[in-house]
């Protein structure tokens, strides 16, 4: 099977909205997904944009995303911090998820960051153990904190 792994264009939104919307069920929090299609576009798209992404390609329609933003630490500079990354349940076990990561670090160290950093759910056995091939730290000292408006 064969991949096309490139940088996401506004176009893209509707579908990677539809991505996100499949993440959520796998994480059973589908009701979670309260962005705008207008916000998420504006975010991604607009005058300043907050957030970018790589898309794989099978065929000419997207099949996984990996989206990112730019996080500044006092300690290492800045890093890259991974939102997510999303293979459709049907592209699953077929290196999509390596495809998108290994793209995804590559950016990172040409654009001289100092490393990458995301987030798994505890429960997340495949995602953990996908990440572990990297060599990954799980850092099990820190508390997610956060304020919704």
């Known amino acids: 099977m064969e991949f096309n792994i490139r940088r996401a264009v506004k176009a893209d939104c509707p579908r990677l909205m539809e991505l996100v919307r499949e993440l959520a069920l796998y994480e059973k929090a589908p009701e979670e997904v309260t962005v705008s299609m207008a916000e998420f576009e504006e975010a991604g798209f607009g005058e300043h944009p907050v957030w970018w992404a790589f898309v794989a ?3 000419g329609i997207i099949v996984g995303i990996s989206l990112y933003y730019i996080r500044y630490s006092t300690w290492k500079g800045r890093r890259l911090y991974l939102e997510d990354i999303i293979v459709t349940e049907e592209m ?3 290196g999509v998820g390596k495809l998108l990561m ?3 670090i590559k950016y990172a160290k040409e654009a001289g960051f100092s490393g990458m950093m995301w987030q798994v ?7 953990i153990n996908f990440y572990k091939k990297y060599n990954s730290n799980f850092d099990e000292g820190w508390v997610n904190v956060s304020i919704n408006f």
């Open 57 to 59: 390609e099978h065929e």
């Open 92 to 94: 699953r076990g077929k």
């Open 102 to 104: 290994d793209h995804t």
């Open 121 to 127: 759910l505890d429960w997340n056995e495949p995602a």
